[in-house]
């Protein structure tokens, strides 16, 4: 059972621009808090085939665990630390220019994408996690306690306070054993439904064992099959005893350290104290609640905004764009499958990225110089562009005003540029 889950005017025109946050900050949501880390060992263990440990894995049933975990991003970025907040819409700030909260989860977590953490986690069932992220003599928590969602952050006193409608259904499903309609029924489903997609472009295999914690864990290693991916593979620590994944490592096919290595250095599979989960604001924490927040954003978007863009963008946005049609996920398309998918999309405008000597507008030179650093220039049938690299997402913007992003590698996108003529 897994964790869960006022800015200048010149901050809110870098967001535009700097696409590569954006590319990296979706792959960074996606692995960015699998728990994983601290191996040591190889504990002599009954042999097991890799179907029996998917098996394993969904025959899983631990719904009270807490325990402190360590993770390690690597994406080849400079840290973003609280810079992430501004490229992240309606974080740190809104559309009016009025200041957001530095305990919105929405920003704040970001921060998990570059650099090392440490975290606390504790879980009890289906509506009750906590999620703490220390730093230093400061402290950030995300508590969700049935219906109530909280976060705070110590560092600057403020706090985020939301509601979660689903709790109850979700949790009455949960005490039920309903499954949700689409979800193989059993753990041998769930393994075969896995390795039916792992197909022809994907190895899934037990590689030996560790101990992860204290405790001893199979460990499950998924390769690409294919060529061109820059993903060499992910290993998975699983727990022998109860079958909780307790270590994730995932490394480049370029070699050298992890792209991300996540893990549990201290985990203890008893339930939780019930104060675990309360929290009342220190007396003076400015409260933000978050229904107020994004009704006030939803009442600032410009109302000219064109089909398919997303409803939070900033009004002062590039007057080119205001006219524009499409641009939105409508427009997407997936070249490839399996490891070597790429997308592709079409930017608003039918153009590239704006630099600081075009006649679009005003670059700040602080976005310039983010975007130079990433940035690689590259021609083709396609035309001309620019590719944005981490070790794992790579994404090419053409001048023409297409993108096509994926973790492969930059000839891979090159030449589904190339392709699509």
């Known amino acids: 059972m897994a964790p869960y889950e006022s800015e200048s005017a010149g901050r809110r025109k870098a967001t535009r621009y700097v696409v590569p946050v954006a590319v990296v900050g979706v792959a960074a949501a996606t692995i960015g808090l699998v728990p994983a880390l601290a191996d040591s060992g190889n504990p002599d263990l009954p042999k097991i085939s890799a179907q029996q440990l998917i098996e394993k894995i969904a025959k899983s049933d631990v719904q009270q665990m ?52 440490t975290l606390r986690i504790a879980a009890d069932g289906a509506d009750r996690h906590k999620l703490s992220v220390l730093d230093n003599a400061a402290e950030y928590s995300v508590i969700h306690n049935g219906d109530e969602v909280w976060a705070y952050d110590s560092a600057s006193n403020e706090a985020y306070h939301s509601k979660d409608a689903a709790a109850g259904d979700r949790a009455a499903k949960h005490r039920k054993g309903e499954t949700p309609q689409g979800v193989p029924a059993t753990p041998k489903e769930l393994a075969d439904e896995v390795l039916k997609a792992s197909g022809k472009t994907t190895s899934i295999s037990v590689e030996g064992t560790s101990q992860v914690a204290g405790r001893d864990a199979y460990k499950l290693l998924v390769k690409p099959k294919q060529a061109g991916s820059t993903v060499g ?189």
């Not at 690597?74 to 309606?90: C, H, R, V």
């Not at 920003?107 to 090392?116: C, D, H, N, R």
């Open 233 to 421: 593979g992910i290993t998975v620590s699983v727990d022998a005893k109860t079958g909780v994944p307790l270590k994730f490592t995932l490394t480049p096919a370029g070699g050298g350290k992890a792209v991300v290595d996540a893990g549990f250095t201290k985990v203890d599979f008893s339930k939780p104290a019930a104060s675990t989960f309360d929290f009342t604001p220190p007396k003076g924490t400015k409260v933000t609640e978050g229904d107020d927040l994004k009704a006030r954003d939803k009442s600032h978007a410009p109302k000219d905004m064109p089909k398919g863009m997303p409803k939070d963008m900033p009004k002062d946005m590039p007057k080119e764009l205001k006219g524009a049609q499409g641009g939105g996920m409508k427009d997407l398309k997936v070249i490839g499958e399996g490891w070597t998918s790429i997308a592709e999309l079409k930017l608003p405008g039918g153009q590239g990225l704006p630099t600081g000597g075009s006649a679009s507008g005003d670059v700040p030179p602080e976005a310039q110089k983010f975007m130079d650093a990433l940035g690689d220039h590259v021609t083709g049938r396609f035309g001309s562009g620019t590719v944005f690299s981490t070790r794992l997402i790579n994404a090419l913007v053409t001048d023409d005003g297409k993108v096509y992003a994926g973790a492969v590698t930059k000839d891979a996108l090159v030449k589904a540029a190339n392709a699509a003529q």
């Open 66 to 117: 807490s325990g402190t975990v360590k993770i390690s991003t690597d994406l080849g970025l400079p840290s973003l630390g609280g810079m992430a907040g501004g490229f992240t819409p309606g974080a740190g700030g809104s559309s009016d220019g009025k200041a957001g909260s530095s305990a919105d989860p929405q920003s704040k977590l970001m921060e998990l994408a570059t650099g090392t953490h």
